[in-house]
């Protein structure tokens, strides 16, 4: 729960989010506590999974991934079995960054990342419409990313 972080446990957390690269000794300077202190502090922020990960923030356009898409998914029937088997489905899929249970018009908003238009033809024809219970999709190309994984506010 966010009541249980303390002030230098909130200071640590939007540490780490800036970047994932800092030592435990910087981070312990920067938050005013001993460099042991500080590594209890993050160990605990670990195990209580306040931190999901830590990793590299890739840039899709040099790694050849330049074009994103977000695919609205609608799908031919609202049960829990049929939200689970297209879940397991898609949890599958490496080209798929994000996937979300939304309401509204669409049962689902996937995130995908590809090399370009023609790219994302073939797996919308060869893999997304295949998902199961897929009734119906529609495809939005993002033309420009004004704001893309924004650091939490909290």
Do not use: W
């Amino acid at each position: 729960m966010t009541d249980e972080l303390t002030r230098t446990d909130r200071q640590i957390l939007r540490l780490l989010q800036a970047d994932g690269r800092l030592s435990n000794a910087e981070i312990a300077k920067r938050v005013n506590v001993s460099p042991a202190t500080c590594h209890r502090r993050i160990q605990r922020l670990l195990a209580a999974g306040y931190v999901r990960g830590v990793r590299g923030d890739i840039a899709p356009a040099r790694v050849g991934l330049g074009a994103l898409v977000v695919v609205g998914v609608v799908l031919d029937r609202s049960t829990p079995e049929s939200f689970a088997a297209f879940e397991t489905a898609v949890a599958g899929l490496p080209f798929i960054l994000d996937c979300h249970l939304v309401a509204g018009d669409f049962d689902y908003f996937l995130k995908i990342r590809v090399r370009d238009m023609a790219d994302f033809n073939r797996l919308h024809g060869e893999r997304l419409i295949a998902l199961p219970g897929v009734r119906q999709t529609r495809t939005f190309f993002v033309m420009k990313e004004v704001i893309d994984n924004a650091p939490l506010d909290f």
